[in-house]
């Protein structure tokens, strides 16, 4: 069975770092876009950072200068690189992959983690 399953979240001091971990388990045939999504509560999950196949980054304004996405397909891992943390950052995130399960069928699926906690406190 596929899944993604999300670690590194926490609590974390205002100006602190932590670093998210995606990984994909599971047999697959290849990984296509990953992304990291937050949602807090009463609120629509969005979409803070993604990463194309190539490498290339895209972030939202709130987090630019402060977050890096990167992947290692070899590990069939995403990661958040969070830095200079501030509590508005506090939400749960969600890491969601584009994959492809086989080569005999050229379909690919949505997959999302779980989510991982993340509170920063003032």
């Known amino acids: 069975q596929v899944q993604l399953v999300e670690s590194g979240g926490g609590l974390v001091q205002a100006g602190g770092s932590l670093r998210l971990s995606c990984t994909v388990s599971?047999?697959?045939?290849?990984?296509?876009?990953m992304g990291w999504y937050l949602q807090t509560p009463g609120k629509q999950r969005e979409l803070i950072a993604d990463?194309?196949?190539?490498?290339?980054?895209k972030y939202a304004d709130s987090v630019k200068g402060r977050f890096t996405i990167s992947r290692d397909d070899a590990k069939k891992t995403v990661y958040l690189e969070m830095n200079n943390l501030k509590p508005e950052d506090t939400a749960r995130y969600y890491c969601?992959?584009?994959?492809?399960?086989?080569?005999?069928?050229?379909?690919?699926?949505?997959?999302w983690g779980q989510g991982t906690q993340v509170t920063v406190s003032s």
């Open positions: 990463i194309t196949t190539g490498g290339s980054t």
């Open positions: 599971g047999s697959i045939f290849s990984i296509g876009p």
């Open positions: 969601k992959a584009i994959l492809r399960i086989t080569p005999q069928r050229a379909v690919e699926y949505q997959y």
